[in-house]
């Protein structure tokens, strides 16, 4: 994780007269940027305007206005030092009781000066320092809720709705392309109302993936798809912390926290870093996840699906069919005599034949069509929204198809194949899984009893 560039520490120095002032200044020599104010008001002002690191206080105008100055600067800065550069020492005792972190004698050498002052500095950094390192502790320990997200989409938002408070903050979104449904993005909201958020989801929706998504580091940006959206919207508008995501495959997308008059500091960069080294880890491991997942449903063999993913595509798509009252047909194909390749080639041969097998069915098919390898040299086809009459001419095709088709020996030698078909359709012929697949499954055996290289149909069965 590349490191917080330091900032040189602030020293508010107090006091009416030049020279303390100048006195300071000297001591400090460089070590911090020092701002100087003549009265209360005028230090109450400059603290509204920023903190302080340590606060010199060498005002001639009593513990009132002393102890005044303090509660101010522990307001702004809770625990902030404060040394007190005063004349007599009797007072010492009491503002030491109140708070004050060390009472300096005004007319100290310069050297024991400057050793103070630069020993409060000190002290003032390593608290910072501890402040950011528990804060950095904190914020590793939400990130581990992201091992806990499969779903890439999921990541984005929990990213988000870790960021949010790691930054003290509660307006925010993530945009991010969802690889499943492409042209559409998802989109998670935090702190916008219901019309802000339809008309954002909207524009997110109208973009494309690409317009969004930029790589690099969180930084501030302004504009862009996102930015016009808030600008419009007027919710967010101007600056904001953009952090970029993404996974080693396709997850991409951002989130996006307007500043709201509130600049982003070197801390909430770092923080906003963190997340988002957590964020992508858990992006590639959804990624990881998912792709095992497809796999095992995977044909090694042929690269066709296999028969675990037949069973729920064919379920699936009889609830479609259902719905929409159209049919969906199933087409049981098994290769005649295929035995004798794998016994005259070797299994080598058959396992090439198949493959080949696999591509000349995934020809004869539409996209939306789903072929699955069954087993052995058995296929299944599922064509959607496809009648009987249809099915059985695509079978007719297949058959044909497949009797025309070279296959080759590793030497070259040609390998002349046919294929027996069964074709089922639902709902004529069944209304459940298990009865459609038997019934294709029957009518296949028909056609190898009928002499195989032969299309037969469910309907011949009761025949
Ligand atoms: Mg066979």
Request: hydrophobic content about 40%.
């Amino acid at each position: 994780m590349s490191t917080v560039r330091p900032e040189l520490q602030r020293v508010l120095c107090v006091a009416e007269r030049r020279a303390v002032h100048e006195r300071v200044r000297a001591a400090l020599g460089g070590l911090a940027e020092v701002a100087e104010a003549e009265s209360l008001a005028a230090a109450d002002r400059l603290l509204a305007r920023a903190s302080a690191d340590l606060v010199v206080c060498g005002l001639d105008s009593g513990a009132g206005d002393v102890l005044a100055l303090l509660q101010c600067a522990r307001e702004v800065s809770p625990g902030v030092p404060f040394a007190r550069l005063g004349a007599d020492p009797a007072t010492a005792g009491e503002a030491l009781r109140r708070g004050v972190t060390e009472w300096i004698p005004e007319d100290t050498d310069d050297a024991t000066l400057a050793a103070a002052l630069g020993r409060l500095l000190e002290t003032q950094s390593v608290r910072h320092e501890n402040l950011r390192l528990r804060r950095a502790v904190r914020t590793l320990e939400s990130c581990r809720m992201l091992t806990h997200c499969l779903d890439p989409g999921e990541v984005y938002a929990v990213a988000l709705d870790l960021l949010l408070p790691a930054l003290g903050r509660d307006l925010g979104l993530a945009v991010f392309r969802r690889s499943s449904m492409p042209g559409s993005d998802g989109i998670a909201f935090r702190g916008f109302d219901e019309a802000s958020a339809t008309k954002l989801q909207r524009v997110a929706q109208k973009k494309s993936g690409g317009e969004h998504f930029v790589p690099g580091e969180p930084a501030v940006t302004r504009g862009g798809p996102i930015g016009q959206a808030l600008e419009e919207l007027g919710v967010g508008a101007g600056p904001a912390l953009m952090v970029p995501l993404r996974g080693d495959e396709s997850e991409e997308g951002l989130l996006w926290i307007p500043e709201q008059g509130r600049a982003t500091s070197a801390g909430d960069l770092e923080q906003a870093r963190m997340i988002a080294t957590h964020a992508e880890l858990a992006l590639n491991n959804a990624e990881r996840y998912h792709r095992a997942k497809e796999r095992a449903f995977i044909d090694d063999v042929t690269d066709v699906y296999n028969a675990r993913y037949l069973l729920q595509a064919t379920e699936h798509e009889i609830h479609r069919a259902g719905r929409s009252g159209k049919e969906l047909s199933v087409l049981f194909l098994d290769l005649d005599r295929f035995k004798r390749v794998n016994d005259q080639y070797g299994h080598l041969v058959g396992s090439n034949v198949l493959r080949r097998l696999s591509e000349v069915l995934l020809d004869c098919v539409r996209q939306v069509d789903t072929l699955a390898r069954y087993g052995g040299d058995e296929f299944t086809i599922l064509l959607v929204d496809t009648a009987h009459p249809g099915a059985v001419a695509v079978a007719e095709r297949i058959r044909r198809t497949v009797e025309e088709t070279l296959f080759e020996a590793s030497d070259g030698t040609p390998i002349r194949l046919s294929i027996s078909i069964g074709v089922a359709t639902f709902p004529d012929h069944s209304g459940d899984r298990e009865g459609l697949l038997d019934l294709a499954d029957k009518a296949m055996y028909r056609a190898k009893s009928r002499g195989r290289n032969c299309v037969c149909s469910a309907a011949d069965l009761e025949s």
